[in-house]
Every structure is written in structure tokens, then in C-alpha cells.
């Protein structure tokens, strides 16, 4: 094959832009390694490297701005045979910083070429991370305020295991090009090249001025000697292929028959330390070990040792499509804090509802049948609260019954704590 280029979409770029040069040097690269099209892929991003995708006869995927390293890597995971070459501006650079450097760590075989024209050229002019502090750019003084980027840099002290950087004019492009997506790991390769529609209107900038810009900067000239490491795609399925004990997947049979099975909305409230998440876990094991569908919903502080602590459950004999929650059909209200951050409920509840509240906690209005127990005065303590009251339900037949809480118990404790657990279950059963 003479050529990769798509005769029917040829180069559109501004007369004098360095991108034209560069997509004919990664054709003439292509060529010279004589890797098959169809099994090679371009996946670019937005901006003017955004259009490289159009110009070759190869695979490729156009994406969202900042994230063609994200496709790229699906792809090349999907399928280790791609020659997978990403082409990305500096204005996709800053805006997918964090991919860049997480390609950077994993050292998945693929190959950026950075096209670096010091500027968003597509949309104004605006300075992007790479813009030299000096420069005039059409986003006023704002690249003044920062300082520019050196990704070669960067992804060296992240990992990339081959770096690169050259002009897009230099006359041996086409071989630095080549070294790059022929190194196994993940390389990068900056290529710096003029905007002639918006950045050298304003800026002095010329083949002579970038080498001399290349120069003055750090080496950048291949394999980063101690990167060096295996490919993440063949150290990934190496490591996959070593581990083959994996844990079992986790069933729960019908064990118990239900009379005329409804759907169940249960929304258990209470207080960080009160187990209302284990709680929840247990009822819909419980469900399940009837046949139900299960779904639950959990809603607590990221600082996980006060605040709110609530629970929402839904059991239905039918698919559950919809995990939100309305108008409940059972509510165990177990603290002041959860029943404030669910507080709006309890007007919306039916008159068939069910509301078992400890008699310490104060509740809205409602129309729901209230029902209150005093679980201080029955000794048992406020991190057994939520426990407690699914012995209530459950001697009730209120949702759950007694055999389906046992079997969820003793499936899902230790012998020693499912017997203090069922003590306070038959305790409370017992009122």
C-alpha cells in the first residue's frame, strides 16, 4: 500500500498549518511499516487534530474533547492485534489531563501524538496549557497568570515508558513517528508546529524559532530507561490467567412460600452505629429466600460515624425497574435524624402504611398506623435498635415473617452473633 490517505477527504487545514505536514508524515510512517489498515485505528477528539480520524483509510473513532484516550484504550483492550494511534492538540491535552496521565501509568501499547500548536486554534485563539507565558493569545491576560506545561516531562515522572518530541517540520518526522508506535508500551510524542490562522497573526513563530525552542528544552528522545516495565495489556491477562480462584457467585434459593405476594416499599430510619445498613441487607436477603426481587438504597454520611443513617427497600414478586421510593408501605423510625432527612414521607404515607416507631423519636403527622415500642425500656441497646424492630415486623408478618428473617440471619451471621440476634428477635416477637 502506497498510501493511507482518504483521497475523498483530503487535508483541510489553514495554508502554512504544521497539522497538513504531520498528517502526511503519519502516512508516510504508516507506509513504511506496513501494518494492515484494517488493522490499524486513529481516534482523535475535537479541535483541528480532531479531523486526522477523516483524512486516513484506516478504523477509526471520533470522540468528546479530552477523552480519546479513554476509547483508545477500550479498544485496545477489546482487541491487543489494533495498531491503536491517538491524535490529540494541546487544548485536549489540558482538558484530559488525568487520562493522559493515567494511560501514562498503565503503559498500554498504545501511541499520542501531541499536536502542539500553543493555542485553541479551532475556537479563537485562546491560550491552552502549552501557550508560553509571553505570548499574545485571544483570551486577553490569562496566560500570563499560569505557566505552560512540559507533557514530556510529565509523562516521564508518570511512567510513560517512550517519549518524544520533535517539530512538525522536522525532516525525519515520519521515523520518529514510526519509533513511537513501534515501541511496546505506551509512547508520546510532541510534535510542535505553527497555527498560522490564529497564533503566529500575533506571535513570531517559524521552523527556525520551534528547533530552537526544542534545544533549549529538557531531551526528549525515546525510551524512558527507568520506566521500562511490562505492557499493561499482556501483564493484565498474564495476571488473570495466574489467578484462577475467584469467589463463588452467591445464591439465595425460595425456601418459603408467601401468601398472596405484594410489593413491599420498607424505608428504615435511623442514626449512624444503629446497623441500619446490615439491617437492610437483611431484609432483602429475607426476600429473596422467598422468591421476592430485591432492590436497596442507602443514604449516610461520608464521614460515616454520625448523622443519618437510612434504608431503602423495596421486595417484589415482579422485576423491580425503579429503585426510588414514594409512598412506603412499612417504616421503622429509629432516630430524630433520620426521620428529619426523610421527613417529607410521612405525609405521602397511606392509611395502610405501617409505621413502627421507637417511642423516643418524634414523628410528623401522618395518616399511616403508628405503632410505638420502647426499646429502652426493653433493655436492648441503640445499635440493635434496627434489629430489634425487624422482630417486630416479622412476628407481625409485616413484609418479612419470622422463618424468612431466621434463614437471612443465620445465612448471613456467625454462629455466635446469629444466637444474640435471634434473642432479641424473640424478645421483641414476644410483646
Known amino acids: 500500500m502506497d498510501s493511507f490517505l482518504n483521497t475523498a477527504r483530503p487535508p483541510v487545514f489553514c495554508p502554512g498549518c504544521t497539522h497538513e505536514r504531520i498528517t502526511r ?14 488493522k490499524t485505528v486513529i481516534v482523535s477528539d475535537i479541535g483541528c487534530s480532531g479531523l486526522f480520524d477523516t483524512f486516513f483509510n484506516v478504523h477509526a473513532l471520533h470522540g468528546l474533547h479530552g477523552r480519546a484516550l479513554t476509547y483508545a484504550s477500550g479498544l485496545k483492550l477489546a482487541d491487543p492485534e489494533l495498531n491503536v494511534i491517538v491524535t490529540m492538540g494541546d487544548g485536549g491535552l489540558g482538558i484530559g489531563g488525568a487520562h493522559v496521565l493515567a494511560s501514562c501509568r498503565k503503559n498500554l501499547d498504545l501511541t499520542l501524538i501531541v499536536l502542539n500548536n500553543f493555542n485553541f486554534g479551532m475556537t479563537g485563539g485562546q491560550y491552552s496549557v502549552t501557550t508560553p507565558t509571553d505570548a499574545v493569545v485571544g483570551s ?72 530552537e525552542m526544542i534545544q533549549a528544552m529538557p531531551p526528549a528522545q525515546g525510551v524512558v530507561e527507568g520506566n521500562q516495565r511490562p505492557e499493561y495489556g499482556e501483564q493484565y491477562r ?3 490467567r495466574e489467578n484462577t480462584i475467584f469467589p463463588e457467585v452467591s445464591t439465595v434459593e425460595k425456601r418459603f412460600h408467601v401468601e398472596n405476594p405484594r410489593r413491599q416499599e420498607i424505608v428504615i430510619l435511623g ?13 432483602c436477603f429475607a426476600g429473596m429466600s422467598a422468591g421476592f426481587n430485591a432492590s436497596m438504597k442507602n443514604d449516610y454520611n461520608i464521614t460515616v460515624l454520625r448523622g443519618q443513617s437510612v434504608s431503602e427497600l423495596i421486595l417484589s414478586p415482579d ?26 414521607l410521612f405525609a405521602q404515607l397511606d392509611p395502610g402504611a405501617f409505621l413502627l416507631r421507637e417511642n423516643s423519636v418524634a414523628i410528623p403527622d401522618t395518616r399511616a398506623q403508628v405503632v410505638g415500642v420502647d426499646f429502652r ?7 440493635d435498635w434496627a434489629l430489634a424492630s425487624l422482630g417486630f415486623i416479622a412476628s407481625r408478618k409485616q413484609g418479612i415473617t419470622m422463618d424468612m428473617l431466621e434463614y437471612a440471619l443465620k445465612s448471613r451471621f456467625k454462629p455466635g452473633f446469629y444466637e444474640s440476634s435471634m434473642e432479641i428477635v424473640n424478645r421483641v416477637a414476644a410483646l
Open 25 to 38: 508524515e503519519l502516512d508516510a510512517a504508516l507506509v513504511k511499516l506496513g501494518i494492515p489498515a484494517d
Open 140 to 211: 486577553e491576560f490569562l496566560n500570563r497568570a499560569e505557566i505552560p506545561i512540559d507533557i514530556c516531562e510529565v509523562a516521564k515522572s508518570a511512567g510513560a515508558t517512550w517519549v518524544g518530541r520533535c517539530s512538525g517540520h522536522d525532516g525525519a518526522l515520519a521515523d520518529h513517528l514510526c519509533s513511537a508506535i513501534n515501541h511496546k508500551g505506551f509512547s508520546v510524542i510532541e510534535t510542535l508546529g505553527m497555527c498560522t490562522g490564529r497564533y503566529t497573526k500575533r506571535n513570531r513563530l517559524t521552523p527556525k524559532s520551534i528547533d
Open 238 to 240: 498474564k495476571l488473570a
Open 271 to 283: 442514626s449512624a452505629g444503629m446497623r441500619i445498613v446490615t439491617a437492610g441487607d437483611i431484609v
Open 319 to 344: 422485576k423491580i425497574g425503579y429503585a426510588g421510593i414514594e409512598s412506603p408501605t412499612i417504616v421503622l423510625a429509629l432516630s430524630d435524624e433520620g426521620v428529619q432527612r426523610r421527613r417529607k
Open 377 to 383: 425500656e426493653m433493655k436492648i441497646k441503640k445499635q
